[in-house]
């Protein structure tokens, strides 16, 4: 079993529409999570974090953590086709200290 | 404040060469990791380093080394390079007192 498990897609959603990329993970220790955004042929831009289960929201992007059921999900409202990428789970890594371990990442086509 | 840069962006050598790439963090910013990112292994930890030190390593061969000097600008060093070791090496810079972390454009390593 991968560390950090992600659907690859492509996940196809029209304009306007709610995108909902879902990650689990293995390790129940884990306490932080990241949510990143690759477009092609560029790195990694990081998007959101969470520590807390529950939700967190910034504008359009909401996280959500659970932590007994081992999974964290990114909600994008109001998709648009600039948010056509790669979308990267990523959790802190045994030893911690900045070591991230991450999905094979969802990629997401949002359709005009 | 300026982002993460990396140099070179783009590197062509031969198997049996070694290679240094470099990395210089966000102003501020003192903890510098290193990642592998290939089509078939996705992005891979390999090591961390805060005020010099690695604090953290990922399961790589020891063909890679790193370090980081005293103004927190890292480099990193593959030695005997394989056809394997083509991809994108990406550094990613944080305050070091949280996980959140931030990428540089990348080298890409070709390697014939």
């Known amino acids: 079993q991968k560390e950090v498990e992600q659907n690859s897609g492509p996940l196809s959603v029209p304009e306007g529409a709610i995108a909902s990329l879902n990650c689990t993970y293995s390790d129940r220790g884990s306490q932080s999570f990241f949510w990143y955004r690759q477009y092609s042929g560029k790195s990694p831009e990081l998007i959101m974090f969470i520590y807390s289960n529950g939700d967190k929201e910034d504008g359009r992007f909401t996280a959500q953590l659970n932590k007994a059921s081992q999974y964290v999900s990114l909600l994008i409202r109001d998709s648009q086709p600039s948010d056509s990428a790669t979308y990267l789970c990523a959790l802190e890594g045994s030893g911690g200290y900045n070591k991230l371990i991450f999905g094979a990442g969802t990629r997401l086509a949002v359709h005009p | 404040k300026a982002g993460v840069t990396q140099t070179p962006r783009y590197l062509i050598k031969t198997r049996g060469q070694q290679v240094t790439l470099s990395c210089s963090p966000i102003s501020g910013h003192r903890s510098v990791s290193w990642y592998q990112q290939t089509p078939g292994q996705g992005l891979q930890f390999l090591f961390e380093?805060?005020?010099?030190?690695?604090?953290n390593k990922g399961n790589f061969p020891g063909r890679f080394s790193g370090r980081q000097f005293s103004n927190s600008r890292s480099e990193m060093n593959v030695s005997t390079l394989e056809l394997g070791d083509s991809a994108l090496y990406l550094c990613?810079?944080?305050?070091?007192?949280?996980?959140?972390?931030?990428f540089g454009p990348g080298t890409r390593l070709t390697v014939l």
């Open positions: 990613a810079s944080s305050t070091g007192r949280n996980n959140e972390q931030f």
């Open positions: 380093y805060f005020s010099e030190t690695q604090r």
